[in-house]
């Protein structure tokens, strides 16, 4: 599996997948470009994370299983997200701008 990096720190555990638990792909969502301080740019940059969330947990298989697993997955990766991006857009509106979030998921 690649190791990707995303920046928002994900950390996900999948229980049941004992080979895909000791790797943590990761992702970069960049920010430099966004205005965290008006809605336009908060809307995308949950845009962002939901896609990064999205790459970081698709496997590519199929089957209801796999898709549940999937959306848990993804569930718990911008469930772990929204603390950082919360903080990310604090320090914008505080007029501090941050470059990037970083996210884990451990599969």
């Known amino acids: 599996?690649?190791?990707?990096?995303?920046?928002?720190?994900?950390?996900?555990?999948?229980?049941?997948?004992?080979?895909?638990?000791?790797?943590?792909?990761?992702?970069?969502?960049?920010?430099?470009?966004?205005?965290?301080?008006?809605?336009?740019?908060?809307q995308r940059l949950e845009t962002r994370v939901k896609s990064a969330a999205r790459r970081l947990c698709s496997t590519g298989a199929?089957?209801?299983?796999?898709?549940a697993l999937q959306s848990q997955c993804i569930e718990a990766a911008l469930s772990n997200a929204k603390p950082q991006t919360e903080r990310a857009i604090a320090r914008a509106e505080g007029g501090t701008q941050l470059a990037l979030l970083m996210i884990r998921a451990a599969r």
């Open 1 to 42: 599996m690649m190791t990707r990096t995303l920046i928002l720190a994900l950390s996900l555990g999948l229980t049941g997948v004992p080979a895909l638990a000791a790797e943590q792909p990761t992702a970069e969502v960049r920010i430099a470009d966004l205005d965290l301080t008006t809605a336009q740019g908060q």
């Open 62 to 67: 199929r089957g209801l299983a796999e898709m």
